[in-house]
């Protein structure tokens, strides 16, 4: 048979292999990335897509620098058994690397990376890695545009200033330990779409701290806002003039202030509000009556014991106290 008609490969005109698909095949074994095995076996090659997602891979996940990799752009090694330290480093032209759902304990990105300005997506998600998050983010590519790597372990203090990403739209580090004040993600990440750093309050030592900037405010096109379970202590009034804004919990933190009026401005948008167990004062402001015109929020208050509902405030079932 054709080697063009083998299981999982395609081709060009010109018969060069440029896609390997070989997802949830049950495959096992570890891959020596090393050498060329298209090259081993006199195959041509424009490889620019590699999926190998969804079998029983062990080894070393990904390091892809030899010269068989060399029109590489995609590479899925998800839902495998890979362990130990991923070497986040590719061939130049390379957009998309996911290695989530494995038993990687620690990733590094290197400075004279042929992908530094080409690497577009990285999601290391549902893994193991213990490191320290400013070992994470050294050298991390600027040009990225989804950082996924939520439920890890990574820990201790972002690093400031954060890196500066101007094109990330989706940022999500959710169930780790990272503690220390919340970055300027105004400057880091100015059209950012979906921001989620919750969940970090994994062990008494983490749990982001201090305020929320009121420079969030900046964030024009910010659609999910989720910094639920931290020990953060205020909600800025700037919030309610994100106008795209469709998500924000800011639930199970240490905020101790009235409701600023201000978030009734977002009516018409947001669709869900979670502020529950933080310590609330005074009552619902009135301005959170033009969410119940628009009947599209849900909005969540319980655990909030020294909070009021105000009368002139209807509670149609979308505001639960």
């Known amino acids: 048979i054709p080697y063009c008609q083998w ?3 395609e081709c060009n005109n010109n ?20 050498i060329n095995l298209l090259t081993l076996f006199a195959l041509p090659s424009e490889l620019t897509k590699l999926d190998l997602a969804d079998n029983k891979l062990q080894g070393k996940a990904l390091h892809i620098q030899s ?50 300005e080409t690497l577009r997506v990285v999601d290391l998600s549902n893994n193991q890695i ?12 600027p040009s990225l545009e989804q950082l996924i790597l939520s439920n890890n372990n990574i820990r201790g203090s972002f690093p400031s200033p954060l890196p500066t990403f101007e094109d990330m739209r989706h940022f999500n580090m959710t169930n780790n330990n990272i503690n220390g004040p919340l970055p300027d993600f105004s400057r880091a990440t100015p059209r950012i779409r979906e921001l989620d750093i919750s969940n970090q309050r994994q062990t008494e030592s983490g749990g982001l701290t201090g305020t929320i900037s009121p420079d969030f405010s900046r964030l024009d096109d910010l659609l999910v806002l989720n910094l639920a379970t931290n020990n953060l202590t205020s909600i800025p009034s700037d919030l309610g003039s994100l106008q795209k804004l469709k998500y924000l ?3 199970s933190n240490l905020i ?26 005074h009552k619902i402001p009135e301005s959170f009556g033009e969410f119940e015109n628009t009947n ?10 020294g909070f009021k509902m105000v ?4 509670n149609d079932g979308n505001i639960r106290t």
């Not at 009368?311 to 209807?314: G, Q, R, S, T």
């Open 67 to 116: 010269t068989s990799f060399q029109n590489l752009l995609h590479i899925d090694v998800s839902n495998n058994e890979f362990g130990g330290c991923v070497d986040m480093t590719f061939t130049s032209g390379m957009l998309y690397a996911n290695a989530s759902y494995n038993k990687l304990t620690c990733a590094s990105f290197k400075r004279f990376n042929p992908a530094y």
């Open 296 to 305: 599209i929020a849900s909005i969540y208050l319980s655990g909030n014991p």
């Open 256 to 281: 101790s202030q009235e409701i600023p009026s201000e978030l009734g401005n977002l009516a018409g948008t947001l669709e869900i509000l979670d502020l529950r167990d933080n310590n609330l004062q």
């Open 15 to 34: 018969e060069d292999i440029t896609e390997i698909n070989l997802r949830d095949n049950n495959l096992s074994g570890t891959i020596p990335w090393e």
């Open 311 to 314: 009368v002139d405030v209807k």
């Open 7 to 9: 299981y999982g490969i």
């Open 249 to 251: 919990d800011l639930s």
């Open 130 to 141: 213990d490191q320290d998050v400013s070992e994470v983010f050294h050298n991390i590519p």
